[in-house]
């Protein structure tokens, strides 16, 4: 694959499940798959929203053909100790996963046709959770009654960063805004149904990129659910089963969310 022709960019906030559907993604022995380009030195401050076409082919070249470690997730930059690995053919997709720097999506959606995209959208309540038990990302000294609705510290007023209810709500709206305007090209999935549904989900996600579905992958939603690695940035876990859902957040928070999210649009996104 000489030039990144069918692009995936599968966006989602900050511990929404991100990880796991990129490596669904990065199973396909079609797609090359990319971590957190945005954020990464390799590539930072090379897009904004000013950028033209030319500037985000080159962008997405230079993405495919990249030997950063943290990009690849490889060496010592691996976020967790154990980061599958995958045999690959010919690969005819590029796809890449990023929490942070949404704001870019809107105008890569507008200019950037072959550009395919995947807003994952978890219960804020489990999000926020998870975050809170995250040691990279939530402080020991913070007090989640103090962040959970604007994460001010952690946000730090930078535009790159979505973490909290606030930024939360604004994302969600976002991706089912963008799939009204894009439905052929822009999909919004629960990280919910692809618990409760992983292999019957990802079939469907895949005929969205026009993916073909493979053996491999099959397996890998087997390996990645049949067992927990322990990893906070890992993803082989028994989802559904363990781990951080709704019902480990403070009642007070959780029950003013459910208050703030009842009758409106984003009330499909809170699980039971």
Same mark, same amino acid.
């Given at each position: ?6 692009? $995936? ?11 796991? !559907? ?22 930072? &401050?090379?897009?904004?929203? &000013? ?11 230079? !993405? ?52 395919? *995209? ?9 999000? !926020? ?8 990302? #939530? ?5 989640? =009654? ?23 709500? =604004?994302? *969600? ?37 026009? $993916? ?21 940035? &890992?993803? #082989? ?15 007070? $928070? ?13 009330? !499909?996104?809170?699980?039971?």
């Amino acid at each position: 694959m000489s030039a990144a022709k069918n692009i $995936i960019a599968i966006h989602g906030a900050p511990r929404s499940g991100t990880s796991w !559907l990129g490596q669904l993604f990065n199973s396909s022995p079609q797609v090359a798959y990319r971590y957190q380009p945005f954020f990464s030195y390799a590539f930072r &401050g090379r897009i904004d929203t &000013g950028s033209d076409v030319a500037s985000l082919r080159g962008f997405f070249a230079d !993405l495919l053909a990249t030997e950063d470690e943290f990009v690849l997730q490889s060496g010592t930059a691996s976020m967790a100790s154990t980061t599958p690995r995958f045999a690959k053919s010919e690969i005819t997709h590029l796809a890449y996963k990023e929490v942070r720097f949404h704001h870019l999506l809107p105008h890569m959606m507008a200019i950037l046709p072959e550009l395919k *995209a995947i807003g994952i959208v978890r219960d804020p309540r489990a999000v !926020l959770a998870s975050w809170a038990k995250a040691p990279r990302e #939530f402080d020991p000294t913070w007090k989640l =009654a103090d962040e959970w609705r604007c994460a001010e510290r952690k946000n730090a007023g930078l535009e790159e960063n979505w973490y909290g209810f606030a930024r939360w709500k =604004a994302l *969600a709206e976002m991706f089912l805004r963008l799939q009204e305007l894009y439905p052929s090209r822009f999909r919004v999935v629960r990280y919910e149904e692809l618990v409760d549904s992983a292999q019957d989900t990802l079939r469907l996600l895949f005929a969205f990129c026009d $993916i073909p579905f493979s053996v491999q992958s099959q397996q890998f939603i087997l390996d990645s659910s049949s067992h927990d690695d322990g990893e906070t940035y &890992g993803v #082989f876990r028994l989802h559904g089963a363990t781990g951080v859902g709704p019902a480990l957040l403070d009642a007070s $928070i959780a029950n003013t969310i459910v208050s703030e999210l009842r009758n409106t649009t984003l009330s !499909l996104f809170l699980s039971k």
